[in-house]
Antibody
Framework: QVQLVESGGGLVKPGGSLRLSCAASGFTFSDSYMSWIRQAPGKGLQWVSYISRSGSAIYYADSVKGRFTISRDNAKNSLYLQMNSLRPEDTAVYSC???????????WGKGTTVTVSS | EIVMTQSPATLSESPGERATLSCRASQSVSSNLAWYQQKPGQAPRLLIYGASTRATGIPPRFSGSGSGTEFTLTISSLQSEDFAVYYCQQYNNWPPWTFGQGTKVEIK
C-alpha cells in the first residue's frame, strides 16, 4: 500500500544539524511532488518545504529558508531534509507528504520528532 | 500569504449529532481547499479536496462545501471514530501552503 516512513529525528543542541529521511513505497515516487510539513507540540500544521519531481523546483517557508535543504533520490525512493543551524522553535514532528497533481497533500507519513534543546 | 481561520476552536458534540466546522480564507482560494483529519499520534488523513470532493475511502457522512473565502465541513452523524482534530488547507496560492489552526471535535 501507499506508505511514507520518516526517520532521522532526535535531540540536538541549538545550532546543530540533523538530516531527516522519508522512505516512499507503494507508488511511483519519481512521478510525485513531495513536501515536508511540521507540527510543533500542541500546535497546528506548518508547511516547511516542497520539491518537484526532478528537483528543479524547490520552495521553503520563510522561517527555514537558508537553514534547511530539501532533496530527493528517485533511484532510492527517498526524500530528505537537511536541517542546519537548528533553533528551539524548530522543535516539532516533521512529516513528509506526497503532493497531488492538483497540489494538495494526499498521503502523509506519521512523522519523526525533532527536539532542539540545550 | 493567505491566512486560514477555523472556527470554533473546539466543538463538543454527542455521537449521532451533526457537526459543522468552518474555515475562512483571508482572500479567495477559489475551490482549492482541502480538509484533513488528525487523531493523536497519527498522520493527518485527507478527507476532502476541491472544497467538496471526498477522498478515496472517506464515508459519505463527511461533506464539504463553499468557495472563495468561506468553507464548511459537515459530519452528518458523528461516529466515535470521528472525534479528532480537523484542519483546512488552501492550495490556491503557494508557496506557502497554509493551514487553519484546527478545530477539535470532542465528545460532549
Amino acid at each position: 500500500q501507499v506508505q511514507l516512513v520518516e526517520s532521522g529525528g532526535g535531540l540536538v543542541k541549538p545550532g546543530g544539524s540533523l538530516r531527516l529521511s522519508c522512505a516512499a513505497s507503494g507508488f511511483t515516487f519519481s512521478d510525485s511532488y513531495m513536501s515536508w510539513i511540521r507540527q510543533a507540540p500542541g500546535k497546528g500544521l506548518q508547511w516547511v518545504s516542497y520539491i518537484s519531481r526532478s528537483g528543479s523546483a524547490i520552495y521553503y517557508a520563510d522561517s527555514v529558508k537558508g537553514r534547511f535543504t530539501i532533496s530527493r533520490d528517485n533511484a532510492k525512493n527517498s526524500l530528505y531534509l537537511q536541517m542546519n543551524s537548528l533553533r528551539p522553535e524548530d522543535t516539532a514532528v516533521y512529516s513528509c507528504a506526497r503532493v497531488s497533481f492538483d497540489y494538495y497533500m494526499d498521503v502523509w507519513g506519521k512523522g519523526t520528532t525533532v527536539t532542539v534543546s540545550s | 500569504e493567505i491566512v486560514m481561520t477555523q472556527s470554533p476552536a473546539t466543538l463538543s458534540e454527542s455521537p449521532g449529532e451533526r457537526a459543522t466546522l468552518s474555515c475562512r480564507a483571508s482572500q479567495s482560494v477559489s475551490s482549492n481547499l482541502a480538509w484533513y483529519q488528525q487523531k493523536p499520534g497519527q498522520a493527518p488523513r485527507l478527507l476532502i479536496y476541491g472544497a467538496s470532493t471526498r477522498a478515496t475511502g472517506i464515508p459519505p457522512r463527511f461533506s464539504g462545501s463553499g468557495s472563495g473565502t468561506e468553507f464548511t465541513l459537515t459530519i452528518s452523524s458523528l461516529q466515535s471514530e470521528d472525534f479528532a482534530v480537523y484542519y483546512c488547507q488552501q492550495y490556491n496560492n503557494w508557496p506557502p501552503w497554509t493551514f487553519g489552526q484546527g478545530t477539535k471535535v470532542e465528545i460532549k
